[in-house]
């Protein structure tokens, strides 16, 4: 079973930079693609970027494309949420998951998920 820790995580102020990470351990034979998803106080969770762990294709929210990247380094397991020019609506819990996505793009369905990280908190002030 693999499991994913997410790191990177903190506070910023309004127009800066964070840049999360999601190390995965044990088997990822089940997982074609990694997803990125928050949840902020009181909202539904929902998917912010996606990546496919072979191709590399991606996707992302209407609400984050433009200011947010994801990547992966499979040599290290590792996928990567880089974000750029945070805005205080994009303060939430941030969360890594792995799962088995359809499709030429990757899906942001929570539905799509078989692993979650515990999830790291982001957040940005005015």
């Known amino acids: 079973q693999v499991q994913l820790v997410e790191s990177g995580g903190g506070s910023v102020q309004a127009g800066g930079s964070l840049r999360l990470s999601c190390a995965a351990s044990?088997?990822?034979?089940?997982?074609?693609?990694m997803m990125w998803f928050r949840q902020a106080p009181g909202k539904v969770r929902e998917g912010v970027a996606s990546?496919?762990?072979?191709?590399?294709?991606?996707s992302y929210a209407d609400s984050v494309k433009d200011r947010f990247a994801i990547s992966r380094d499979n040599a290290k397991n590792t996928v990567y949420l880089q974000m750029n020019t945070l805005k205080p609506e994009d303060s939430a819990v941030y969360y890594c998951?792995?799962?088995?996505?359809?499709?030429?793009?990757?899906?942001?369905?929570?539905?799509?998920?078989?692993?979650w990280g515990q999830g790291t908190q982001v957040t940005v002030s005015s």
């Open positions: 998951a792995a799962g088995r996505c359809g499709g030429w793009f990757p899906s942001l369905a929570q539905t799509l998920v078989n692993v």
């Open positions: 044990g088997s990822t034979s089940s997982s074609n693609c």
């Open positions: 990546i496919y762990i072979g191709p590399g294709r991606t």
